[in-house]
Structure formats: structure tokens, C-alpha cells
């Protein structure tokens, strides 16, 4: 109390001292006329300016976490949870019933699969002889690709045109999986490192710019015109490698066809107004063309990209989400069974890709890996 008492006096001491140089300053210039009223008036103004600033910059940066997770609740908010209870309740599954959830927007989902790099000048087709014993030289044989799980990190560009000149149909037929088999293996790692992402973003209780920027571009890609995360997870994810390898068989002939080998086609996907080639037999009022890609990369993403977001596959991606609901494997002969719509024979086309598959052994690919690169194989191809 003692010590209080002192600070006071102290103070007041300074006060009356500051108030007479104030007098003396205002007598010594009558024309600045200045008074210790107005004085502590401009400080007090001062202050307060002072005062809303040091707030304005200590609150903005509150402020501006709060937008971002509002921005991440109004991605929430449009997963319509109401009705998609309701739709479980009536019997649906959970994939079915979120995917219905989003509408689709087609307009930038294939953007970043024709941006992909072009062929330089410098690459060059290989031969199919030259492959096969380029294969030889590396010891990349499918028998221990079979058994190790384990295939090279081989990125070839193009297919050789002289495949449908082999006469052997296994020795075709390991060629064409040999040459695609790294690249369809690469864009499912990407798929899957996009879904790592995608669930750290949803465990987070704030997202970076950078992050939100990130799922933007994802709804772009899989088309979803709503931002509903619920549909992004179900569309973001791989298909069996064994499905793929079956469909690229089925719709090149084994590496054979004119689409495959002219426009890098491996899934005879049609466009009406992108790059592509008129097939052959089309009739004059028939205006598709099958796409036509640079690398073979782009086709296997395109691939993707069109199960993955086209409705006519809204009954694959139900099937596959629920099995990740589940816990379960994916497995590509259950669901070839949802990939009636993928060409006019509808169920008969399922049936010989699930055919593929058996006859081929294709499963024993689904759980391969791709051998981590030490040294560049020479891109192409």
C-alpha cells in the first residue's frame, strides 16, 4: 500500500510538471495557442488510432482462419447429409448414395491429362525386336514379375508397331503387359497418394491455403460441380490393375489396333470435338472420333479420369466404395460387372473382360509394386 502511495505521488509530480511546460510553451507562442486540454485531446485521439490498429492486425489473422474453415464447412455443408441418410435408410449403400449426391461437370476433368508433356524430337518408337531384347538385357520377364510382386519402373511412350507382326500370342500378349503394366501401376500410386492427402485435409481442424487450393483443383478434375467431398473421396480412387490391363486388351487387341498404335488409345474412349481419329467404318452422320493422346501416360489417365467421373460408371464406383467401406480387397471380376455401359454389348462385354482376366492370370497382377528407379530408364519410347 506504502509502495502504491509513492508510484502516485510520483506520477502526479511528473503530471503537474508536464502541465507547466505546456503553459510556458503556449506563452512563448500565443499564435500555436497551445493548451493542455487540447493537448491531451490529440493524445487521446492518438491513442485510440493506435489502439484500432495494434486490433485490426492481432484480429485479422483470427479472422482469416475462420474464413478457411468456413470454406471448408461449406464444402461439408454440401454433402446434404439429410438426404443422404435418407437414401442409406431406403436401402442404398453408402456409395451409391453420396455419389448421386454431386452433379457432374465434365468441362475441365480431362485439362491436365492433354496438358501432359508432348514427345520431344529425340524420342524415337522402338522396335518390337529391339524392346524384347532391351527386356532381355534389364531381366524384365512377367514370370518373376508373377512371383516377386515386383516390376521395373520401365516408362515407355509409345507402342511398337511391329507387336501385330508378332507371330506368337503369348509373346505378343507379355509385350503389350510388359509396356503397360509400370505406367498403369504409376497413375494408381498417384490416384493413391491424392486419397492420403485428401484424408489428412478431412482429419485437420484447419486447412492451409495451399490445401484448399488443392481440393478446388481436385473437384475440377472429377468433376464436381458442387465441392462435395463425399462424392471427391468415392471418384478418387484406382481401378484393378487387372481390369485395366483386360480393358486395354479387349479395346487395342492386345496393343494392335490403329488407335493404339497412331493416337496412343489404349480404351477406344470417343470425343466430339477433342483430338482424335474417325474410325474407319463410321458412317457419315456419325461425327465421334476415338481420342487421340501423345504418351500412353495420358490415355491410362483418361481412362481413370472417365470411370472415375462419367455417370454411366456411377454403379462401378458405388460397388468399389463400399468395398473400401467394408475393409475388402478390390476385385476386378466383381467389378466388371458394373462396366456393362462401356460399350453397345453390354453384359457380353463383361463377360469376355472378365474372361480376360481368368484366362490370363491377370489377378496376380493387382498387388505388384513398382521398383523404386536408380537409374533412369531412357524415356521414349
Not at 103 to 112: T, V
Not at 148 to 158: A, P, Q, S, Y
Not at 183 to 195: A, G, S, V, Y
Request: hydrophobic residues 40%; glycine residues 2%.
Amino acid at each position: 500500500m506504502i509502495k502504491s502511495t509513492h508510484s502516485y505521488k510520483k506520477l502526479l509530480k511528473l503530471y503537474k510538471i508536464f502541465k507547466k511546460k505546456i503553459n510556458i510553451m503556449s506563452k512563448l507562442d500565443k499564435s500555436i495557442n497551445i493548451s493542455f486540454e487540447k493537448f491531451l485531446k490529440n493524445f487521446y485521439l492518438t491513442c485510440s488510432a493506435s489502439l484500432i490498429i495494434i486490433l485490426f492486425f492481432s484480429i485479422t489473422p483470427k479472422i482469416i482462419e475462420i474464413k478457411k474453415k468456413l470454406d471448408l464447412n461449406n464444402f461439408e455443408t454440401e454433402n446434404k447429409s439429410k438426404l443422404i441418410l435418407e437414401k442409406i435408410l431406403n436401402g442404398e449403400s453408402f456409395g451409391d448414395a453420396t455419389e448421386e449426391v454431386s452433379d457432374s461437370d465434365i468441362k475441365y476433368i480431362y485439362d491436365d491429362v492433354l496438358a501432359e508433356e508432348a514427345p520431344s524430337n529425340d524420342d524415337e518408337r522402338l522396335n518390337a525386336i529391339v524392346l524384347q531384347e532391351l527386356f532381355k538385357t534389364i531381366d524384365y520377364n512377367l514370370k518373376d514379375v508373377r512371383k516377386n510382386k515386383i516390376v521395373k519402373h520401365v516408362d515407355l511412350r509409345f507402342l511398337p508397331r511391329e507387336i501385330k507382326n508378332i507371330e506368337s500370342v503369348k509373346e505378343r500378349k507379355n509385350l503389350f503387359i510388359k509396356i503397360i503394366l509400370p505406367l498403369i501401376i504409376q497413375e494408381n500410386d498417384k490416384i493413391l497418394n491424392d486419397r492420403k492427402i485428401l484424408f489428412s485435409i478431412l482429419n485437420k481442424n484447419s486447412n492451409s491455403d495451399v490445401e484448399l487450393k488443392w481440393l478446388n483443383t481436385k473437384f475440377k478434375q472429377y468433376g464436381i460441380k458442387n465441392k462435395d467431398i463425399l462424392s471427391l473421396k468415392v471418384r478418387m480412387d484406382v481401378v484393378p490393375i487387372s481390369l485395366t490391363i483386360a480393358q486395354a486388351a479387349k479395346e487395342t487387341g492386345w496393343g494392335t489396333s490403329r488407335f493404339a498404335i497412331e493416337g496412343n488409345a489404349l480404351f477406344g474412349q470417343w470425343t466430339y470435338s477433342g483430338s482424335g481419329i474417325k474410325p474407319l467404318k463410321a458412317n457419315d452422320n456419325e461425327n465421334h472420333k476415338v481420342m487421340k493422346f501423345q504418351i500412353l501416360e495420358a490415355s491410362i489417365r483418361a481412362y481413370h479420369r472417365n470411370l472415375n467421373t462419367h455417370s454411366s460408371y456411377r454403379n462401378f464406383r458405388a460397388k468399389r466404395a463400399h468395398a473400401r467401406d467394408n475393409e475388402e480387397s478390390l476385385d476386378s471380376i466383381l467389378l466388371a460387372d458394373y462396366l456393362d455401359k462401356y460399350a453397345e454389348t453390354g453384359i457380353e462385354y463383361t463377360k469376355i473382360l472378365k474372361k480376360i482376366i481368368i484366362q490370363n492370370s491377370l489377378k496376380e497382377f493387382d498387388d505388384v509394386i513398382i521398383l523404386k528407379k536408380k537409374n533412369n530408364f531412357k524415356k521414349q519410347i
